[in-house]
């Protein structure tokens, strides 16, 4: 069964801050690696990842996969408090395209 | 404008009565797929379709139904609701690379 694990479960910081928020997975034949950023409604699609070492990088957001240990980082600098959301990590695999498997998010609160 | 459009967004039922959410897209993605979100829980996949006629179990697919006759649309249907299926329901289409775009969601009380 494909597994998908984002720590911490939430995370309490001021504005300026660094967090690196993570996500470990274990599954079988793995495609892609996704990043979302959810607000009061629908998650937004931040990142997706395939490739073991290569940043992606969007404004303050930075996401990078490693694939040998399995796991992944966002990293989000001089946190403001338009931050504050619940992240998400999904993993797709090649075998069944169209499939994604979900972690429980991290929910972070940025304080001004 | 692209977008993913379900329809209701608010619905309360009584248990039993069968339903239908929809689900229409613009984008003429081959990719789409229903989510459910409980408190804690994340997104749990319950169908999605990987194009016309094409649709595969998700993760938690006991008590729904879906179909993919066009394209652009995704309905999803409970034939017997119960209230364990109370939850925020989330449509989303996808191109199958670069992520998916979700509609606004559906909440969903069943009594």
């Known amino acids: 069964e494909d597994k998908v694990v984002q720590s911490p479960l939430s995370l309490v910081v001021h504005e300026g801050d660094t967090v690196t928020l993570n996500c470990s997975y274990e599954v079988t034949n793995f495609r892609s690696l996704l990043w979302y950023k959810q607000e009061k409604k629908a998650p937004t699609f931040l990142f997706m990842l395939?490739?073991?070492?290569i940043e992606k990088k969007s404004g303050r957001l930075s996401s990078i996969l490693d694939k040998k240990e399995l796991f992944s980082i966002l990293n989000i600098t001089a946190t403001q408090t338009g931050d504050s959301a619940i992240y998400l990590c999904a993993v797709e695999v090649n075998t069944n395209a169209g499939k994604s498997t979900f972690g429980d998010g991290t929910t972070l609160t940025v304080k001004p | 404008e692209a977008q993913v459009t379900q329809n209701p967004r608010y619905l309360i039922t009584v248990t039993g009565k069968k339903l239908t959410v929809t689900c229409s897209q613009n984008m003429n993605h081959e990719y789409m797929s229903w989510y459910r979100q409980d408190p804690g829980l994340g997104l749990r996949q319950i169908y999605y379709?990987?194009?016309?006629?094409?649709?595969d179990k998700g993760d938690v697919p006991e008590g729904y139904k879906v179909s993919r006759k066009e394209k652009r649309n995704f309905p999803l249907i409970l034939e017997s609701p119960s209230p364990n299926q109370t939850s925020l329901y989330f449509c989303?289409?996808?191109?199958?690379?670069?992520?998916?775009?979700f509609g606004s969601g559906t909440r969903l009380t069943v009594v």
């Open positions: 395939t490739s073991s070492g």
């Open positions: 379709s990987m194009n016309v006629e094409v649709t």
């Open positions: 989303a289409s996808s191109q199958g690379a670069g992520g998916y775009t």
